[in-house]
């Protein structure tokens, strides 16, 4: 499109104006010495009085006005020429409309033409004679070309003080970098700016200019008022936007330390600058716990705020606490409300990787507590405008990593001023108490998390320093007492303090019932994750025995009401706790608005705290030391966790289930350990394996389950029930990844043994396993003749079925299992197959994997019946639950193979090539597609494409799903004749596994295969 004239202009005022903008921060970060304002479009008169109104964009002047730089601004459209003559003439007009500037300068973004270019040089030319000589070389057949004869000697000095500078830059790239150099100015006098207020607040500097440039203030502009609008407070930025856009902080950062170690900051700042412009630097900040690593990165944090957009606090304890943090900064990065997924582990990681690398906005994000740099390195961002800040006890994890910060001791001087803060005797604080305060900093070896103990116990007893000499012969002695507590690193008065905050909570016991509660409280706290320990889950993991909770009925999670006559309230636990200092309120568990809470979701439940490590090291270390309590503790915390565990997951609570698996996981950790095995923990292994099944994490789950039937098979006393239940779930996990018939066939063979031996007992717990037992056969089978043996393992199954109760979850389940048969083996009528569906969806009491197992049979049998807007409808019912949640991806890999086959056959027939060869292998007529068929394709594409690989395939008998849903994306490329995708597409492929689509039962796929990988070739080689 040709360029309008009046576009054109507009265009070439915004880009003087720019360029004026940068000429003066280049004056306010001191590039060029002496400016103090710029007078932008001045009058200019030439050296014979004639006005000479343009020859002057814009001069930087001195304080007396005097003229340090003057210069002229042009601009051209892409593919214009500026020629020797052209830049000859603006700069003569230049020098002699400020014949006492010290300097000159044409600025255009024009390429200049060789002789142009060869001006320029010439310029440099010291010598007046030689440059008279060569201006008239290069003028010799311009207009221009008897100028250089008449020329002065002292314009021909001015010329040399001239220079032409060429400016390739695009007008965003110049925006870009005039925002960038603004944030850094401002963040350098910690006011802050965004990437929205920084775009603001070049255009409203660029109408500054304009205003000047329109003759207002007579043109100048100052730099002290320069850099008063250009510093403008950012509460005033922030009221113009409605709302900051920098600084913003995600997650659970800490408030800013009482008392800062800018040392340390320092270090931090000097090891995350000089990386590349999308180059994400790291920088680790290793020491023991309680050194104060987590209150140096919060300084950091919060004296760098206004360097980030976004900040964002991850906690990197655990697997399941990675993730539940990522999910956070998924959740901000990409609201629900904007369609976006809450994926599995690996598509939420790779998803947010990929929108923290594209962001334009500055971040940072801090990891903290990482106990394995193995752990958190998949969830790194490769690249993009960030950095990275990790905290961790684990030095030797950390030992090869380039930027790396010490946390050590704080100095004296902060140690006695944290003393004195926390003392609060600032108004009669004398030199007494100083050296006090010092002496007392220097025993406990300036250990902050020693300190603060040390003044927790002082301030309780309302005593100042001076009596600080008593309590340091208490802890002194308490540590010595047992040495063998003191982890390696750690002072010995620091592992005293926290034994003697925990000695006087139990001394205060007799008189104040929740100091003891505190104190038994830090022993199964000592066994859960540290950050984010749901207070109610610890109150009743220290009260209520399992043998209690069963006998009153419990119901997990409980939240007492407050009329409840207990000995003590949860909430004078946690004040207990915190008058120790030994417990600190986190975040809560959850922070869905109230209307969008889960059936088990009670007003407070979502209340915790975190406990530092090293007291729980010590906690742990006390519970260890040969008592017999450790396995009472573990026991009693696991059964009231697994509780916890199985109502969210029965309440389909996604959002505390991930919030609860941490401590679930830290329990099981720390029995494995001790090698504590009991009924209670036998059935957190076996809750975790659920958890890890409906996530797809079926070696996670294998790994339970074989723990928890390790321990009931050593069990004093057999537990056939439990070890039924569990050898049925194992038999599906084992089946699901691939496991030789033989393996988990022994285990449903021992289960049918055990189910025959309970059927009188427990009919209606026989009855629910028995059909999963059958629901796995069925499986396996698929539309295959069964092994006799299997044949026989089956008809005993349902002889027994037979005579056990018809439970309304069973019958549902074998109403699904029937029906998914019946679709895999063609021997019921589809239609039949769509209204049974229905039927079952009318069921309220189904559970949520049964109605998605259904809503995805109801899409096959729609497929089936090519009646596609009825099955896109359904597929988007299955699709919201995949962007909502990243459970059960095992049905989500059944719905993308089964549904993906029909519609891929549809769509193929539309695409030529791909149509001949699928009526070849069918030897017959096909009809043409229905239009109604496409958009279910990439409704397909886009579910498949939020499944990582790994989780395509973990529904036995669904064999290749990475190479077919590759067909898929291939299929797409064709109907859309993208030919740069289907080339990059059909390279993809080659990579992936198709060894299984050879299989008898795969001809469906292998024809639609055939045909698309066959289309695309023929479509590169003719390149159309």
């Known amino acids: 499109m040709a360029e309008r004239g009046g576009q054109a202009a507009a265009d070439g005022f915004q880009y003087q104006y720019l360029v004026t903008l940068e000429a003066l921060l280049d004056a306010v970060e001191g590039r060029v010495a002496g400016v103090a304002a710029v007078l932008i479009e001045p009058v200019s008169i030439q050296d014979d009085d004639a006005p000479d109104p343009d020859a002057v964009d814009f001069e930087l002047v001195d304080d007396d006005g005097t003229s340090l730089h003057a210069a002229q601004v042009k601009s051209g459209s892409l593919g214009t020429q500026m020629s020797a003559p052209d830049a000859f003439g603006i700069l003569l007009r230049l020098i002699r409309a400020r014949p006492q500037a010290r300097a000159y300068r044409l600025i255009t973004n024009i390429r200049l033409h060789p002789k142009a270019v060869e001006l320029n040089r010439t310029l440099g030319t010291t010598d007046v004679h030689e440059l008279r000589a060569r201006l008239q070389q290069l003028m010799e057949r311009s207009r221009w070309r008897d100028e250089p004869a008449s020329m ?108 800062p170690r800018p040392d340390l900051v320092g270090q931090i700042r000097t090891a995350l600058t000089g990386g590349g412009e999308r180059v994400v630097t790291q920088c680790a900040l290793l020491g023991p716990s309680g050194i104060g690593k987590t209150s140096v990165a919060a300084a950091y944090v919060h004296d760098m705020a206004d360097s980030y957009d976004h900040i964002f606090w991850i906690n990197g304890e655990s697997s399941a606490s990675l993730q539940a943090s990522f999910q956070r900064v998924h959740h901000w990065l990409r609201p629900r409300a904007d369609g976006e997924a809450n994926a599995d582990r690996g598509g939420l990681r790779d998803r947010v990787r990929t929108l923290l690398s ?28 960030g950095q990275i800040l990790i905290t961790s006890t684990n030095q030797v994890s950390w030992a090869t990593h380039r930027a790396k910060v010490a946390v050590q001791i704080m100095a004296p001087g902060q140690a006695s001023a944290l003393i004195r803060l926390r003392l609060g005797q600032d108004q009669d604080w004398d030199a007494v108490s100083e050296k006090a305060a010092a002496d007392l900093a220097q025993r406990l070896q300036y250990w902050p998390l020693a300190i603060e103990l040390a003044c927790g116990h002082l301030a309780g007893c309302e005593l100042g320093p001076g009596e600080a000499a008593r309590y340091l012969d208490q802890i002194r002695d308490l540590a010595l ?168 997951i029965n309440a389909d609570d996604d959002e505390h289930l991930f919030a609860v698996l941490p401590h679930v996981q830290s329990l099981a950790s720390h029995a494995s350990r001790l090698g504590i095995a009991t009924d209670n923990m036998a059935v957190l292994w076996g809750n975790l394996a659920g958890a890890y099944i409906l996530q797809g994490m079926l070696d996670d789950a294998r790994a339970a389950l074989e723990n928890e039937l390790a321990y009931l098979l050593n069990r004093p006393e057999p ?306």
Request: overall charge negative; some cysteine.
């Open 481 to 648: 007492d047992d040495t063998d507590a003191i982890p390696a690193g750690y002072p010995e008065t620091l592992v005293g303090a926290i034994r003697l905050a925990l000695a006087r909570l139990l001394d205060k016991g007799g008189t104040h019932p929740a100091s003891a509660g505190a104190a038994h409280a830090l022993f199964p706290a000592a066994y859960f994750a540290s950050r984010q320990i749901p207070l109610w889950l610890l109150y009743f993991s220290t009260l209520m025995s399992s043998e209690n909770a069963t006998q009153i009925g419990l119901r997990h999670p409980v939240v007492f009401d407050p009329d409840t006559k207990v000995p003590f309230t949860v909430h004078e636990m946690h004040r207990a706790l915190r008058t120790e200092s030994l417990a600190q309120r986190d975040d809560p568990l959850c922070t869905l608005p109230q209307q969008e809470w889960s059936a088990v979701h009670p007003e407070g439940v979502d209340d915790t705290i975190s406990v530092n490590e090293i007291v729980q090291h010590v906690i742990r270390t006390l519970a260890e030391d040969g008592s017999n309590t450790t396995s009472e503790v573990l026991s009693q915390a696991a059964y009231h966790t697994q509780g916890w565990l199985t109502a969210f």
């Open 152 to 259: 002065s000697v002292d314009e021909l000095n001015r010329l040399c003080r001239a220079r032409i500078s060429v400016d390739f830059r695009e007008r965003y790239e110049l925006r870009d970098q005039l925002r960038e150099r603004m944030r850094q100015l401002r963040n350098e006098h910690h006011s802050g700016l965004g990437h929205d207020s920084a775009g603001r607040l070049t255009n409203y500097l660029a109408f500054e200019i304009h205003r000047r440039a329109s003759g207002e203030f007579n043109g100048l502009f100052p730099l002290a008022k320069f850099r008063e609008e250009l510093l403008v407070p950012g509460l005033q930025i922030a009221y113009e936007l409605g709302e900051f856009d920098w600084g913003i902080m995600v997650g659970g950062t800490p408030a800013p330390p009482d008392i």
């Open 358 to 385: 594209i962001s334009v906005r500055p971040w940072l994000m801090v990891i903290d507590n990482v106990v394995d740099r193995r752990l958190i390195e998949p969830w790194l961002p490769p690249s993009g405008r």
């Open 719 to 1024: 537990a056939p029930l439990l070890e039924l239940k569990v050898r049925s779930q194992l038999a599906d996990v084992l089946h699901n990844t691939g496991a030789l018939p033989e393996v988990w066939l022994q285990h449903l063979r021992r289960a049918r043994d055990l189910a025959v031996q309970l059927a009188d007992s427990r009919p209606q717990d026989i009855s629910a396993v028995v059909a999963n037992c059958l629901t796995i056969l069925a499986n396996h089978t698929g539309r295959t003749a069964a092994a006799a043996s299997v044949q026989a393992l089956a008809d005993d199954l349902r002889a027994l079925q037979e005579l056990l109760p018809r439970t309304h979850r069973m019958q549902a389940q074998t109403e699904i299992r029937d029906l998914t048969h019946a679709l895999s083996n063609e021997n019921m009528p589809d239609q039949e197959v769509e209204r049974r569906c229905q039927s079952l969806l009318k069921d309220d009491s189904l559970n949520r994997l049964q109605r998605l197992q259904v809503t995805a049979l109801l899409a096959e049998s729609l497929a089936f019946q090519h009646r596609w807007n009825d099955t896109w409808q359904h597929l988007q019912d299955i699709r919201q639950h995949l962007v909502q949640s990243s459970l059960h991806p095992q049905v989500m890999t059944q719905t993308l193979h089964n549904v993906g086959l029909q519609v891929g056959l549809a769509v193929a027939t539309g695409v030529p090539e791909c149509r001949t060869a699928l009526m070849t292998a069918y030897d017959r007529a096909l009809p043409l597609p229905e239009p109604e068929c496409r958009p279910l394709l990439s409704t397909l594409i886009d579910m498949a494409v939020r499944i990582p690989d790994g989780h395509l395939s973990l529904e036995a008998g669904v064999t290749c799903v990475p190479y077919k849903m590759q067909v898929l994306h291939l299929l797409d490329a064709l109907v859309e004749r993208d030919t740069a995708r289907i080339r990059q597409v059909r390279e993809g492929l080659a990579h992936l596994d198709s060894t299984d689509l050879d299989q008898g039962s795969e001809v469906g796929w292998r024809t639609l295969s055939h045909a698309v990988v066959a289309a695309a070739v023929s479509r590169t080689l003719r390149g159309t």
